[in-house]
Each structure stands twice: as C-alpha cells, then as structure tokens.
C-alpha cells in the first residue's frame, strides 16, 4: 500500500545491479530460460510476475497496438548480415550506446554496449530496423565490432557525447580504421514532446517503423530485437532508457539531422 503508515516493498528475481536476487534458485541462464521459453509471448506477464513491474498499457508512452503496427510490417522479414546491393533513395544510420551508464554501485556487466541500425527511405520517413549487435566489450573490442558492423552496412555512426565517444574516436584511427563518429548531444532534447525518445512511439503508431520479425509476433522475434521491444513497453520518462531503446533513438535523431546531406545509398532489401 501507498498510504501513510504502510511500507511498500518489491523483491524482483533481479536487483537493481542486473544481478539474480536468488542466485541458488534463479541463475542467469534459468531466468534467460524462463523469460525467452516461458513467457515467449508475454513479456509483459514476464515483467510482472517476475520483476515485479505492474504496467497498465493505458499510461504507457509505447502502446503495444503502436508496437504491433511495426512488428506486423515486419512479418517475414529478419535483421542483415550486410547489404550488398543498393536502392535509389535511402540511406543507412548505425546509433550506438556504450555500456557506461552503470548507476553508482551497480554491476557494469549489466550494461550493454548496442549498435542499432536502420534503413532511411527518403521518400516516405519509413524506417526499417535492419541490423542490431548487442554486448559487453571492452574498448578495442568495441572498436572493431564497431568497424565490422559500420562497414558491413555501410553507415553513418552516431555516438552520444561523452568522455567515452571521445576516447572511442581517439582509438578508431590508432587501431588502423577510418570512418567518421559523429557526436549527438543528448541531456535536453531526450524528453522533447517532438524530437524526444517518446515520438519514435508515435512514428510506429502512424506505421513509419518496420521492425523484422518472422511471424509478425513478439514471440518470432530473435533475442536482439525483443530486448528493443522489452525496452520500448517499459520506457517511463525520468527513469533510466533501455540501452537498445536508447541506441534506436540516437539512430534515429541522427537520420533526422543528416537527412538532407545523407549520402543516397542504393540498398537492397532482399539481401538478408
């Protein structure tokens, strides 16, 4: 209860350092278990039996009507490899989230560094989620996957500004590559009604995102792409943002500021 006089408490199977709370009875690789055989198609359900987290679709910023929009567009469709051949007036933009955000105490192996890349149509604004890496790396680690994944899709890359993006883009060159970072300022504009990490909700809603997966379902979706989604159902402003979530929106900002001087790329959607 939340009234005077009364104590609340929540015990989710994991604590606020990404740990198990219950180690003996829930290890990570059973929670993994319970969370992507038993509860499949409900991560909602997942979250509340399990994390103690009540979500009321009413008050959320990411409707799952809104969500599945996206997902049904997505149907049959899977993430690339790479793209290998080229359409006329789209363009490619990779967000990345570096893993260190961690809070004050918290296990930093809990966070995750994530690149998420989408696929502009130029004509239309319809973006479609085509490529999306996830991982605890250290720095020359993230700089090479970083390289692959940037090379394999031919992006433009987007980094928050911050003292790690900064020595991410002092290591790129020592480390033999050559591709540019570009610096996203994030501190206002995150809760902006119009720019902020809420409107991607509203572009899914109008049926501006395609995000792939198999059967159109939450269920078909492969590990990546429903930590995204898991991201979005459970975004609440003033709290930390999904890492996944997080990365999709600097994606998606910097397609927004570098629509107009992208580099056309001609891409093939078939390639998958």
């Known amino acids: 209860s939340t009234e005077p006089g009364w104590d609340s408490f929540r015990y989710p199977i994991i604590n606020d350092a990404g740990k198990p709370a219950w180690p003996e009875k829930f290890p990570p690789e059973e929670i993994a278990r319970i969370r992507d055989q038993d509860f499949a198609n409900a991560p909602v359900e997942f979250a509340r039996m399990y994390l103690c987290d009540a979500r009321d679709d009413r008050d959320a910023r990411f409707r799952q009507e809104w969500l599945d929009v996206a997902l049904k567009a997505g149907a049959g469709r899977s993430l690339l490899r790479q793209l290998t051949f080229f359409l006329p007036d789209t363009a490619v933009f990779t967000g990345v989230d570096l893993a260190v955000k961690a809070r004050p105490g918290a296990d930093r192996r809990a966070a995750r560094t994530v690149f998420f890349t989408l696929l502009l149509d130029l004509k239309t604004g319809v973006k479609e989620l085509i490529g999306l890496e996830s991982g605890h790396w250290a720095g020359p680690e993230t700089v090479r996957k970083l390289a692959d994944h940037q ?74 792409v429903r930590r995204f989604v898991d991201d979005m159902l459970y975004y609440t402003p003033g709290t930390h943002t999904g890492d996944t979530l997080m990365a999709a929106w600097i994606a998606r900002e910097g397609s927004r500021i570098r629509k107009s001087r992208a580099v056309v790329g001609r891409h093939n959607l078939l390639s998958r």
């Open 151 to 224: 090379q394999r899709y031919h992006s433009t890359v987007f980094v928050e500004t911050n003292a790690a993006q900064i020595f991410l883009v002092q290591m790129i060159p020592e480390m033999g590559y050559h591709f540019p970072v570009n610096s996203f300022q994030t501190q206002k504009n995150k809760n902006d009604p119009i720019y902020g990490v809420e409107s991607l909700a509203g572009e899914m809603a109008a049926g501006k995102w395609i995000i792939p997966c198999g059967d159109g379902t939450v269920a078909s979706c492969c590990p990546e």
